[in-house]
């Protein structure tokens, strides 16, 4: 944290002190995006609690927040006056470690995604520092409710997480638009010809790969790949590799910054992803994924994983670029192949992904 900031935050939070304010406090990704499921819960709280106010964090004042909202830029007195004050927090990660929950404040935490990789107090104790599990501990002792997707997760977060207030098996707020997907015209903003087949392909980061400045490398397994003429390529990086510098093959399209990843599904005719959890989200689409995956023994024997990914995998796991390509190549059989897995996987994690996940939440949440 930069030495103004710290000195704003001593001078302007006061988690003990002033009323709470009747507002929504939204933060995705710590204030890097507008997104993901805050942004939903946010819609149907649009919907139905229109004179509520609502308030998004933001870490650049350039940043748009959705009509109806107003914002706050992180580090900002007014950012640590909403953090304080708001009523309800919603948030898809962990707040910061300063951050102190009043009483009376409600905190919804929606998580960001299914896991397949080992998370919070299941992975490798030696992985994890003291500081660590001692600011999850306090993080998770804020939530009153976790939102989770699937039975398959709510079986995990509790223990992962060491949290215990109320767990909402609701499906994920985020993937209601999957659910009852509508054009929304993202392919002629990228320049993408009419015709062409929209590979989308998003990467999860490595716990033990930095670049030069520290920050988390970026991964890209498809860095020199030619794909055939027919094809787009979107590059999806993760949201903690963004500050990395990306090398991308020719004619890639760069949306690592492109502010929802909702709408690149929609817009998406395949996905290739490797052990990141979009794998659950895009399957609400139905449509084809690859999974590109190099580094599977090593990848798995540092995180570990919930099940045989191998195993239940709903597309091919691949370990190059040129596989890629020949499976490309050949999709519907492909397709057909995994068919079994793919609806067999549907079944296990989209159960509820219905397009009413959202509105399941607010009922629970400020309905209550």
Request: charged content about 25%; proline content about 5%; overall charge positive.
């Amino acid at each position: 944290m930069a030495f103004t900031e710290k000195v704003t935050r001593r001078l302007t939070y006061k988690p003990r002190s002033g009323k709470l304010v009747s507002q929504v406090l939204f933060v995705s990704f710590g204030g890097r995006q507008v997104s993901d499921s805050p942004l939903d819960i946010f819609r149907e709280l649009q919907k139905t609690q229109p004179k509520l106010k609502k308030v998004w964090a933001v870490i650049d004042d350039a940043q748009e927040v959705p009509a109806g909202a107003s914002k706050v830029v992180v580090g900002t007195p007014s950012w640590f006056a909403a953090l304080a004050q708001s009523k309800y927090l919603v948030s898809n990660n962990n707040l910061p470690q300063y951050f102190r929950k009043r009483p009376g404040q409600i905190y919804l935490q929606t998580w960001h995604g299914t896991p397949l990789k080992r998370i919070g107090k299941d992975i490798d104790k030696n992985q994890l520092t003291e500081g660590y599990n001692n600011a999850m501990k306090r993080e998770a002792g804020y939530w009153d409710y976790l939102v989770s997707p699937n039975q398959f997760s709510s079986e995990i977060f509790p223990r992962a997480f060491g949290f215990r207030g109320r767990l909402l098996e609701t499906g994920y707020p985020r993937n209601d638009r999957l659910a009852k997907p509508k054009s929304q015209g993202l392919r002629e903003k990228l320049g993408i010809a009419a015709g062409q087949t929209v590979l989308l392909y998003a990467p999860t980061w490595r716990d033990n790969a930095r670049d030069e400045a520290g920050n988390w490398a970026s991964v890209n397994n498809l860095e020199q790949i030619k794909l055939p003429s027919n094809f787009t390529l979107l590059y999806r990086g993760h949201t903690n590799t963004a500050a990395s510098e990306r090398k991308l093959s020719d004619g890639t399209i760069d949306v690592t910054d492109y502010p929802d990843v909702t709408d690149l599904y929609l817009a998406a005719d395949v996905l290739v992803t490797d052990y990141s959890s979009v794998m659950f989200d895009f399957s609400v689409t139905g449509k084809p994924m690859l999974f590109l995956c190099p580094d599977l023994d090593s990848y798995r024997a540092l995180r570990g994983f919930y099940f045989d990914f191998e195993k239940e995998a709903p597309g091919p796991i691949l370990k190059s670029a040129a596989e890629v390509v020949q499976v490309l190549k050949t999709l519907p059989k492909t397709e057909a192949k995994f068919a079994q897995n793919y609806k067999n996987w549907r079944k296990k994690f989209n159960r509820l992904e219905d397009g009413k996940a959202s509105a399941r939440v607010v009922d629970a949440v400020f309905h209550a």
